[in-house]
């Protein structure tokens, strides 16, 4: 038990120390600084923008759930690049410089080292995802008086979406050198998001096909659909045109949602960490 | 009591490599073993398998009797392997502390300023290791492998980036160990360091024990060489009792004679005769 909080400990440190982190931070902040010029911007015309006089649209929530989606897609896409850059060379990476060595050598068992990993690079990614969602919420809450249907659960599900990348990206530190790893690892990123946004064609041209090809790749990789619902949960009370239009649009829909994604994230990190754990305890450093 | 090191027929293959062929060697209670041969000869693989780090292909080994690899080998172990890097985040102080939490050391902060003495780096504990240069970092590495004392060292290349200070540091610390009866498994390429502090030695080549004993025992006589009115003649294979003989019967026959050396193998001709010229 010290042993594994000797270890986290070791993962906080070296997160916050690297000079990475302080890039990380910087982007965030620019990040968020834009956000809410892009908020205060699109609020303030909000009442110039005036939907055909037969059509019911709520431009205020369609505004709202569009900035607060970005928002979640930039916080995704800075949480998934932080959790990557914290363990892309865990194993292999670390071995090839040797930093691990010395640590595998110590009596700390090699699983309890890569769970003690597991958990050190997940308690800064969660905060960090944590603090930027909440962050980008209270910017369209504030500037446009606006928030999402559920607050809370989106923010969650974002973050084990993170936590899902970080499990993959410690399997792959495992049986791939850094680079590679990290290629993998965005690659796969790539490849979730890709199916998402094919997933809302399918439904809007009601392609068979593209839709289970979509629910597929969500299974798959399950950040995706964590991230999908998240998006969903947003406007969940949202009906009718608006409804079907942020349904449409690209920070829209989530077609595999719900506690089946959410058990099923759970339980794919837990195997991907269980091939992490063997590959590792057969891997010679 | 088992042996500090006990290995067994050991072997490693890395995909088409054979680095280690049926290996036996033991490192006794307390004692000093140096580990020789050139580059690729398998000393480092051998010692990443008794500290866990690799697994071997067959056979055996054990630290103290418990399975090399196995929790309880690793509890008793220091190492400092041939090539290690500490974070560049952290400071000498900091690299000892987190040592000491995995090898459970109670031995705090007193701990670490006497090993950082010992290793002649109490100046820099604070100092970050990206600052420090590699000789530095290498004491570090050593003062690491001793926090909390452990009963069995294995040590691979410890002196490859010191300067003949940091070397003659090291040297007078193995001593010192050897005085506690810690046991140590060497390997080094300087031969003059391990004949110097070795109780043992033993020399490998292509992942096989060509040579082992002590120092003593490896230094065969090779021969006794007269310098006479005649030149120099070398009887091969006369020892240090044959000289009187061989100086009476060089008088009987006439010579006058300047000079009689009784030749002795040192450590460098056993290990280049063992190894066969090969460059290490
Ligand atoms: N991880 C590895 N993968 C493949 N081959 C290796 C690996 N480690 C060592 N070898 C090979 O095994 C042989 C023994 O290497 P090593 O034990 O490092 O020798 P030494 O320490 O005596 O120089 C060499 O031929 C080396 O190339
Ligand atoms: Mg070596």
Sequence with gaps: MIAVWTIVEYGFREAVRRKMFAVVIVLTVAFLFLFWLANHYVFRDLSTISPPADVHVDTRTFAGAFLVGLSMFATLFLGVVLAVFLTLGVVSGDAERGLLQPLVARPIGRSTLLVARFLGAAGVCVAYVLVVYFAGVLITGLTGHWYPDQVVWPGLELAGGVLVVIALSLLGSVVLSSTANGIAVFMLFGAGLVAGLLGSIGHALNSHTIKHASTIASWALPFEALYQDGLRMITEHASGLTGFLLQLGPFGGAYVHGWGIRVWAVAYVLIVGALALVSFARKDV | ?280
């Design chain 2, 1 to 280: 009591m088992p042996n500090a090191l006990a290995v067994r027929n050991l072997a490693k293959r890395y995909g088409s490599v054979q680095a280690l062929r049926g290996v036996d060697l033991d490192v006794g209670e307390g004692e000093l073993v140096g580990l020789l041969g050139p580059n690729g000869a398998g000393k480092s693989t051998l010692v990443k398998i008794a500290v866990g780090l690799v697994r071997p292909t067959s056979g055996s080994a054990e630290i103290a009797g418990a399975r090399a690899g196995s929790r309880a080998a690793r509890s008793r172990l220091g190492y400092l392997a041939e090539l290690f890097r500490f974070p560049g985040w952290t400071s000498a102080d900091e690299v000892l502390e987190l040592h000491q939490r995995l090898a459970g050391s109670r031995g705090g902060a007193a701990e670490r300023a006497r090993l950082l003495e010992l290793v002649a780096l109490s100046d820099a504990a604070g100092r970050r290791v990206d600052g420090m240069s590699k000789g530095m970092q290498q004491r570090l590495g050593l003062a690491q492998a001793l926090v909390g004392d452990p009963r069995v060292l294995m040590l691979d290349e410890p002196t490859s980036a010191l300067d003949p200070v940091g070397r003659r540091t090291v040297r007078l610390l193995l001593e010192e160990l050897r005085g506690r009866g810690v046991s140590v498994l060497l390997n080094s390429h300087l031969l003059s360091e391990v004949e110097l502090v070795c109780d043992r030695v033993v020399i490998l080549l292509g992942g096989e024990v060509v040579a082992a004993g002590t120092p003593l025992e490896l230094s065969r006589p090779r021969g006794v060489e007269l310098e006479t009115d005649a030149g120099t003649t070398r009887t091969d294979g006369a020892t240090r009792e044959d000289a009187p003989r061989l100086v009476a019967e060089a008088v009987a026959a006439g010579r006058r004679v300047y000079g009689v050396r009784v030749l002795t193998s040192t450590l460098e001709d056993v290990y280049l005769e063992a190894v066969g010229g090969e460059t290490s």
